[in-house]
């Protein structure tokens, strides 16, 4: 027995041989038997699903190690954080790596949807049976997941950025109507945000969050594989260049995760985790910031407080709950209100979805501006450019 | 679903999925119920802050109960330090105002006013809400005169009229 035949046994002749074997076995079905030469190309997809597949996995493999140490309870898990900061080996590393690599999955699990909406790729192929409708559903539950994942991984460090983004993000949640109150007492597991509170959250972060992601990702691979790989306008019809997918798109795969971790591993060198001082609930840091990703959902809570004669409707309903709620419902449903023709699915930037890109164009201005001016924000959230220095803070009684 | 009257075997089949929906349905609803707390180990919302001699004239923050005690001579008030907006804890800062007793409106007195940080609402000395995105003024508490040892007792879910002030004879 040679050294090769003792890890593989199929060394297929043919294509029609290796078909087989990919079908045959459990790890090489993850991939179709063969593929489209277009579908392994670059500019189509531009890899972003199986970047943020390779981020999660690495969020996996280096969060088991960060939960050795780190103790889910008020009173030490800011000790056993600093802990992992200074005292484990390599400790700092494994916490970086996982923070940039959840930022990261931030930002691609973002562009990855933009990049659906950008090319009509939630749209069926007209001459085939698919639902990529759903799929674009499902696209929008794992972008909250990522974002709920990340939202959560925050409030671990128990400083003073993890209290204070708990407290505002529980106001927001209670100021419901009716169901709100009693949502934030079930989320908190109290009235005040103590123990109870980042035992849940904690929970969220390590079991509940991620087997949703891996469950609804499973579904999301299943589901393009069912409709047929990448859209693309009707192609009945036409000779497509297709090739064995194994060894074509691990070769691709293979590129994609060694360079996603590549950067990973450079980026959490490069870049230190804060730490801010232990949470104090007494003292709310001045200014107070969300996560960078919810920073125009700040800047938007901080200015849509309604005043109607004697009626006040606090921002935190207003900006906190029913603008993202109407913007998430419009985008989840958006596969099913948008009527240009077929011929654009898979196209970039197609003229004949002129309208809804300049939308589209136009609420991602909005975001990233209402972003750039919720970063500029200083002490009691005014304005200053960043050339203008923050003003000292008036004496305290 | 077949048409005509229900067989034994049907009518045994959807019972048992019925009873089968039932079961699951109910299991859930009891790990739903377990999240809700029957006993709170939030602190007490009737609290003792101390002997009404042992604050100072002005504004004292009781940091461990988010709550400001004004001492005017004989009066007394509490307020809540917990931002109507999203319930930042609010700072009070002196700030110079107009003096209101002056006809010219030139003299200016210092007075105290609550800003928060986390958006920028502002409060005036007695709670009313002034600016930003603070939708209600800041809540007032009951207080009252322990007559067991004659400290001042606040009670954090009783509010009351921002005008109302505990005056000792």
């Known amino acids: 027995m040679t050294p090769r035949n003792r890890f593989w046994s199929v060394f297929p002749a043919s294509s029609r041989e290796a078909t087989d074997a990919v079908v045959a076995n459990l790890l090489l079905h993850w991939f179709p038997a063969r593929m489209r030469v277009t579908s392994l190309a670059w500019t189509p997809s531009l890899w972003l699903g199986t970047i943020s597949?390779?981020?999660?996995?690495?969020?996996?493999?280096?969060?088991?190690?960060?939960?050795?140490?780190?103790?889910?309870?008020?009173?030490?898990?800011?000790?056993?954080?600093?802990?992992?900061?200074?005292?484990?080996?390599?400790?700092?590393?494994?916490?970086?790596?996982?923070?940039?690599?959840?930022?990261?999955m931030v930002i691609v699990v973002t562009l990855h949807a933009g990049r659906v909406f950008l090319t009509g790729s939630y749209r069926n192929?007209?001459?085939?049976?698919?639902?990529?409708?759903?799929?674009?559903?499902?696209?929008?539950?794992?972008?909250?997941?990522?974002?709920?994942?990340?939202?959560?991984g925050y409030l671990l460090p128990w400083d003073q950025l993890a209290y204070w983004a708990v407290t505002v993000s529980m106001n927001i949640v209670g100021s419901a109507p009716v169901l709100g109150a009693p949502l934030r007492e079930l989320l908190l597991g109290g009235r005040d945000v103590g123990q109870a509170a980042l035992m849940r959250f904690y929970?969220?972060?390590?079991?509940?969050?991620?087997?949703?992601?891996?469950?609804?990702?499973?579904?999301?691979?299943?589901?393009?594989?069912?409709?047929?790989?990448?859209?693309?306008?009707?192609?009945?019809?036409?000779?497509?260049?297709?090739?064995?997918?194994?060894p074509a798109v691990i070769a691709r795969a293979a590129v994609v995760t060694l360079g996603t971790w590549l950067a990973v591993t450079v980026l959490a060198m490069a870049i230190p985790s804060p730490l801010e001082q232990p949470a104090n609930p007494l003292v709310t840091p001045n200014p107070a910031k969300a996560p960078w990703y919810f920073v125009?959902?700040?800047?938007?809570?901080?200015?849509?407080t309604v005043r109607l004669g004697p009626v006040s409707i606090n921002g935190a309903l207003v900006g906190g709950l029913l603008l993202p709620a109407v913007l998430l419902a419009v985008t989840t449903l958006w596969p099913w209100l948008d009527r240009s023709p077929t011929s654009t699915v898979g196209v970039w930037l197609p003229a004949a979805r002129r309208r809804q890109l300049v939308v589209f164009a136009a609420i991602v201005a909005l975001v990233v501006g209402l972003t750039v001016v919720g970063l500029l924000r200083g002490p009691s959230w005014q304005f200053h450019w960043p050339w203008q220095a923050w003003p000292e803070l008036p004496a305290r009684w | 679903?077949?048409?005509?009257?229900?067989?034994?075997?049907?009518?045994?089949?959807?019972?048992?999925?019925?009873?089968?929906?039932?079961?699951?349905?109910?299991?859930?609803?009891?790990?739903?119920?377990?999240?809700?707390?029957?006993?709170?180990?939030?602190?007490?919302?009737?609290?003792?802050?101390?002997?009404?001699e042992s604050f100072a004239d002005g504004l004292t923050f009781l940091a461990e109960r988010r709550v400001f005690i004004a001492r005017d001579g004989r009066s007394?008030?509490?307020?809540?330090?917990?931002?109507?907006?999203?319930?930042?804890?609010?700072?009070?800062e002196a700030v110079e105002r107009p003096d209101a007793s002056d006809p010219s409106g030139r003299r200016q007195?210092?007075?105290?006013?609550?800003?928060?940080?986390?958006?920028?609402s502002r409060y005036a000395a007695d709670g009313s809400n002034l600016s930003g995105p603070a939708p209600r003024p800041l809540p007032a508490y009951r207080l009252t005169l322990s007559p067991d040892d004659g400290q001042l007792v606040a009670d954090l879910g009783d509010e009351v009229a921002r005008s109302a002030v505990l005056t000792l004879p």
């Open chain 1, 53 to 104: 597949w390779v981020l999660f996995v690495l969020l996996l493999l280096t969060g088991l190690p960060l939960m050795v140490f780190y103790v889910p309870s008020t009173r030490d898990a800011y000790q056993s954080v600093k802990d992992i900061e200074h005292v484990v080996s390599y400790g700092w590393w494994l916490r970086a790596a996982h923070r940039v690599a959840a930022h990261l």
């Open chain 1, 125 to 152: 192929d007209a001459d085939r049976e698919q639902h990529r409708e759903w799929n674009w559903v499902i696209g929008v539950a794992l972008l909250a997941a990522t974002v709920l994942l990340s939202f959560t």
């Open chain 1, 203 to 246: 929970l969220l972060h390590i079991v509940v969050l991620p087997i949703a992601v891996a469950a609804l990702f499973g579904y999301h691979m299943w589901r393009i594989r069912k409709d047929g790989g990448l859209a693309r306008a009707g192609t009945a019809g036409q000779a497509a260049l297709v090739v064995d997918a194994i």
């Open chain 1, 296 to 304: 125009w959902l700040q800047e938007i809570v901080a200015d849509t």
């Open chain 2, 1 to 52: 679903m077949a048409d005509g009257p229900i067989t034994r075997r049907v009518l045994l089949a959807r019972l048992g999925a019925a009873a089968g929906v039932a079961g699951v349905g109910a299991q859930a609803a009891i790990v739903v119920r377990s999240f809700v707390p029957n006993v709170s180990y939030d602190p007490p919302s009737t609290v003792k802050v101390g002997l009404p």
């Open chain 2, 76 to 92: 007394f008030r509490a307020l809540s330090a917990a931002c109507t907006h999203l319930g930042c804890t609010v700072r009070a």
């Open chain 2, 109 to 120: 007195a210092q007075v105290y006013e609550f800003s928060c940080p986390c958006h920028g």
